[in-house]
């Protein structure tokens, strides 16, 4: 179900919000149900009930929750004078205030958990101690507004009181009874420290309040407004109003607000406006509003049902594509990619809201998603732990499904599939051996993201980054933190970059981020030059998508310097600015093999130029193997520097093999060394532990002065020798590699893809095409049916042109927006691509 925001808008004037929030009053005895419904139903989603805390699936949960509590309750004891936990300080630092109220909350939650120790469950002296610290906070180091708000405002306007909503919500009778003042002031000062809204509300217009924070937020204003009693049922109202415009499906040419953030109608996730983040944000997002279903069920307030559907539908097109065997693919982590927990916890983050999800909804859908739980946990190298789900009644429902013999494991994705996130530059590539991830940028979508200390080397990730996931494979031991800890920042896999060495925006500035509030563009931490220059830097292309044609992809990209280089004489003096390197790339996507084309590569400033094939890493102890040969047809075994015609990186260890196959390429630089490096290089807040990895890098060189040259290659997942050698003379031949033109055949798929670039007429074999386009085209049945998928990876054209010589054909079947006519010499397909966004239209040809 696809809700376009521009249609939900209008839905929700013209029909009372599209009738999830019912437009009728109720009397104030069904309001008062409602209310109390909907506390309770919170208490349940994190504390649990007595049915599902009886089970044992959720012992491990309940342990847990028990010793965080009684850390938090003895850090309290030993507190010294002026301290609330024992080393925690406050009034300057707001992330330990938020740190604070977190640990009270944990405490809280101990005492509303059945099956916890009796000591704890039911404790009214334990409750007695939150409230008292919930007084001492507001009285010291919240309640005064002229001292508050320093720092990051996502503490001040969400996590705070994230915190504060829900220990109220489990303590409201004993708050109460013993500090009924404590209510009515926390929630008028939540509302004063809402300052990038309007009035202590939300704010449909402000930056700060869209996506995942805005669920946030609203989520929050709800659980606030059922504690209020019969006077925060308007707040309640205006929050879900508020909130069900991110179920809205983003149209990028009626933004609403000039909202960018949210779903994409191709699967696509953004926030932070041009960052592509569904495995950060937006697991946070989809994890919120599923919570918020759950909260909501049964109090009248809304018909969370109507809503189901969309919310599958997310799943379904865009976090089952990023997920493979139970690890979340890095390239949309955003910042997030430096941290500690691996692939496989944000994975487990996802399964917890589809199990969730698969409660509320109804036949074939609830089977679909309860099937796809069955299939992560098939597939992971790593075991889900129920114990880290947020809810007891997840976990319970959880162990139900697996052990329901009626729910067959499936996935969500075809065994085959390709799929273009084109709205957030992404392309991933699935086959049943393995899975292929790229991340591109443009104009329209960041290279990378930093923030707070995170990602602290980020210069290349959407500069045609991509990971090859290997299925079978503990991806811990291939990606996560470790890889960006071990692998050059500038040796990516897939990164062309200058050879140069990059610092560091704390090591530039001497802090998190570049602090010059008296220049012009008002650089702040919270600033929107900090973004637009710092933190999520968009590139300066135009040229970034890709056609998708059945299972078999195209992506293409102009590689570009970011904003900050093109505005640099606006940018103050002492701002640090770096000049990428150039190239022109495609990538086509096939069964065995992935080819990549690169055109230009060098760098107008003269400088010398990597283009890192791959670079992989493994444990030291793995054993691994390099084997090739040369051009002349010699065998060679690595590592070192070779005219290579193919190579092969084998460990046998994880049972995994990678080959590359260079279809024109120079000499091949090959290293495979131990790296050792502390975490903190990453992300200041890890801890400074060293982690040792055996990295591989297989690098092609252009020396510094030399003139723009151009690359093809291919890798081949899972390859042996033997089918490296039989490419010798196999089904791939690259027709065109330039900076106007890209393209390939593969005789055994009888299939031709082409990226061009430019203006003007583009020939290859049995393919015209006319401007800017990707397209790919197959014959089939002896070339009686030819299939065709055209794009606009430019967002900007109106009509893609194709010409397809040969006689006409008999019969057409073609996507509206496709007009197929023959002319003299062949066939004219013409594409509608006004305001697509890149999304593919295909038609089918029978002769």
């Given at each position: 179900m696809e809700l376009t925001r521009r249609r939900l808008l209008s839905a929700l004037s013209a029909t009372g919000l599209l009738a999830v929030v019912p437009a009728g009053r109720v009397s104030a005895a069904a309001a008062a149900a409602g209310r109390a419904r909907l506390l309770a139903n919170t208490v349940a989603v994190f504390a649990g009930t007595a049915a599902s805390n009886a089970r044992p699936e959720t012992a491990g949960k309940l342990a847990a929750v028990e010793k965080t509590a009684r850390t938090q309750l003895t850090s309290m004891d030993d507190a010294g004078a002026g301290e609330l936990f024992a080393g925690l300080a406050l009034g300057t630092d707001e992330a330990n205030l938020n740190t604070a109220y977190r640990r009270l909350y944990e405490i809280a939650l101990a005492t509303?958990?059945?099956?916890?120790?009796?000591?704890?469950?039911?404790?009214?002296?334990?409750?007695?101690?939150?409230?008292?610290?919930?007084?001492?906070?507001?009285?010291?180091?919240?309640?005064?507004?002229?001292?508050?708000?320093?720092?990051?405002?996502?503490?001040?306007?969400?996590?705070?009181?994230?915190?504060?909503?829900?220990?109220?919500?489990?303590?409201?009778?004993?708050v109460a009874a013993h500090r009924?003042?404590?209510?009515?002031?926390?929630?008028?000062?939540?509302?004063?420290?809402?300052?990038?809204?309007?009035?202590?509300?939300?704010?449909?217009?402000?930056?700060?309040?869209?996506?995942?924070?805005?669920?946030?937020?609203?989520?929050?204003?709800?659980?606030?407004?059922?504690?209020?009693?019969?006077?925060?049922?308007?707040?309640?109202?205006?929050?879900?109003?508020?909130?069900?415009?991110?179920?809205?499906?983003i149209d990028p040419y009626h933004l609403d607000h000039g909202v960018t953030d949210g779903h994409y109608a191709d699967g696509s996730f953004i926030q932070h406006a041009s960052v592509a983040y569904t495995g950060s944000y937006g697991k946070g997002l989809l994890t919120r509003v599923v919570q918020t279903l759950k909260v909501l069920d049964g109090t009248g307030f809304a018909h969370g049902e109507e809503l189901v559907p969309t919310v599958s539908g997310w799943v379904r097109n865009g976090f089952a594509p990023l997920m493979f065997e139970g690890w979340m693919m890095e390239i949309v982590k955003g910042r997030a990619v430096s941290r500690t927990d691996s692939g496989y916890t944000d994975a487990a983050v996802v399964?917890?809201?589809?199990?969730?999800?698969?409660?509320?909804?109804?036949?074939?859908?609830?089977?679909?998603?309860?099937?796809?739980?069955?299939?992560?946990?098939?597939?992971s190298r790593a075991a889900l732990d129920p114990a880290r789900f947020v809810s007891p009644v997840s976990i319970v429902r959880?162990?139900?499904?697996?052990?329901?013999?009626?729910?067959?494991?499936?996935?969500?994705?075809?065994?085959?599939?390709?799929?273009?996130?084109?709205?957030?530059?992404?392309?991933?590539?699935?086959?049943?051996?393995?899975?292929?991830?790229?991340?591109?940028?443009?104009?329209?979508?960041?290279?990378?993201?930093?923030?707070?200390?995170?990602?602290?080397?980020?210069?290349?990730?959407?500069?045609?980054?991509?990971?090859?996931?290997?299925?079978?494979?503990?991806?811990?031991?291939?990606?996560?933190?470790?890889?960006?800890?071990?692998?050059?920042?500038?040796?990516?896999?897939?990164?062309?970059?200058?050879?140069?060495?990059?610092?560091?925006?704390?090591?530039?500035?001497?802090?998190?981020?570049?602090?010059?509030?008296?220049?012009?563009?008002?650089?702040?931490?919270?600033?929107?030059?900090?973004?637009?220059?710092?933190?999520f830097p968009r590139g300066t292309n135009q040229y970034s998508g890709g056609a998708v044609l059945g299972a078999y992809g195209a992506a293409g990209m102009v590689q570009s310097d970011d904003v900050t280089h093109r505005d640099r004489h606006l940018l103050p003096d002492d701002f640090v600015v770096y000049r990428g390197a150039t190239a022109t790339k495609s990538w086509f996507l096939l069964d065995d093999e992935i080819v990549v084309l690169a055109a230009d590569v060098g760098d107008a400033a003269?400088?010398?130029?990597?283009?890192?094939?791959?670079?992989?890493?493994?444990?030291?102890?793995?054993?691994?193997?390099?084997?090739?040969?040369?051009?002349?047809?010699?065998?060679?075994?690595?590592?070192?520097?070779?005219?290579?015609?193919?190579?092969?990186?084998?460990?046998?260890?994880?049972?995994?093999?990678?080959?590359?196959?260079?279809?024109?390429?120079?000499?091949?630089?090959?290293?495979?060394?131990?790296?050792?490096?502390?975490?903190?290089?990453?992300?200041?807040?890890?801890?400074?532990?060293?982690?040792?990895r055996s990295v591989l890098g297989v690098t092609?060189?252009?020396?510094?002065?030399?003139?723009?040259?151009?690359?093809?290659?291919?890798?081949?997942?899972?390859?042996?020798?033997?089918?490296?050698?039989?490419?010798?003379?196999?089904?791939?031949?690259?027709?065109?590699?330039?900076?106007?033109?890209?393209?390939?055949?593969?005789?055994?798929?009888?299939?031709?893809?082409?990226?061009?670039?430019?203006?003007?007429?583009?020939?290859?074999?049995?393919?015209?095409?006319?401007?800017?386009?990707?397209?790919?085209?197959?014959?089939?049945?002896?070339?009686?049916?030819?299939?065709l998928a055209v794009s606009d990876p430019t967002m900007g054209r109106d009509t893609v042109t194709v010409l397809l010589p040969g006689r006409p054909p008999r019969k057409v079947t073609a996507e509206p927006g496709v007009r197929v006519r023959g002319v003299p010499g062949g066939t004219r397909v013409e594409v509608d691509t006004h305001h697509a966004y890149g999304r593919s239209f295909t038609a089918t040809l029978r002769h």
């Open positions: 509303r958990t059945p099956g916890t120790a009796s000591d704890l469950y039911g404790s009214a002296a334990v409750q007695r101690r939150v409230i008292d610290g919930l007084g001492w906070l507001h009285e010291r180091y919240y309640g005064d507004q002229s001292k508050g708000y320093y720092g990051n405002w996502f503490h001040w306007e969400i996590g705070i009181s994230q915190h504060i909503s829900k220990t109220l919500v489990l303590l409201a009778d004993a009924p003042d404590l209510l009515p002031a926390y929630v008028a000062s939540m509302d004063a420290y809402l300052r990038n809204g309007t009035g202590g509300d939300v704010d449909l217009d402000s930056r700060f309040h869209t996506g995942a924070n805005l669920a946030d937020i609203t989520t929050n204003r709800i659980l606030q407004g059922a504690l209020l009693g019969e006077p925060g049922e308007a707040r309640i109202r205006k929050a879900l109003t508020d909130q069900l415009t991110v179920f809205a499906t399964v917890e809201a589809v199990v969730d999800l698969s409660s509320l909804a109804a036949g074939a859908a609830a089977t679909a998603l309860k099937s796809y739980v069955k299939h992560v946990r098939a597939t959880y162990a139900d499904i697996l052990g329901d013999a009626a729910v067959p494991a499936a996935d969500l994705n075809a065994p085959a599939r390709s799929v273009a996130f084109n709205a957030m530059d992404r392309t991933v590539h699935r086959r049943p051996g393995y899975a292929f991830a790229l991340a591109r940028s443009s104009d329209r979508i960041s290279k990378y993201e930093y923030m707070s200390g995170e990602n602290l080397m980020p210069w290349f990730q959407g500069d045609g980054a991509y990971h090859l996931y290997l299925a079978g494979q503990d991806q811990t031991q291939a990606y996560g933190v470790d890889y960006y800890t071990t692998v050059s920042p500038y040796g990516l896999a897939g990164v062309t970059a200058p050879v140069e060495q990059r610092r560091t925006v704390p090591e530039l500035y001497g802090k998190p981020y570049y602090d010059n509030p008296g220049h012009p563009l008002h650089f702040t931490p919270s600033s929107e030059s900090q973004n637009t220059y710092v933190y003269g400088r010398a130029v990597t283009t890192t094939v791959d670079a992989r890493t493994a444990a030291v102890s793995d054993r691994t193997t390099l084997t090739g040969v040369r051009r002349d047809g010699r065998p060679w075994t690595g590592p070192g520097t070779a005219d290579l015609r193919w190579l092969r990186y084998a460990n046998a260890t994880q049972g995994t093999a990678v080959g590359y196959l260079f279809l024109d390429a120079p000499p091949v630089r090959v290293t495979l060394a131990d790296v050792t490096r502390s975490r903190r290089t990453v992300r200041t807040a890890n801890p400074d532990t060293n982690v040792t092609l060189d252009t020396p510094a002065g030399a003139q723009p040259t151009r690359i093809a290659y291919a890798l081949l997942p899972n390859a042996d020798d033997d089918r490296l050698a039989a490419h010798r003379h196999g089904p791939l031949r690259v027709l065109a590699n330039s900076a106007r033109l890209q393209a390939v055949a593969h005789s055994g798929l009888r299939l031709t893809a082409a990226n061009s670039f430019a203006p003007g007429w583009h020939r290859v074999q049995g393919l015209h095409v006319h401007g800017p386009a990707s397209v790919i085209l197959r014959r089939e049945h002896r070339g009686a049916t030819v299939s």
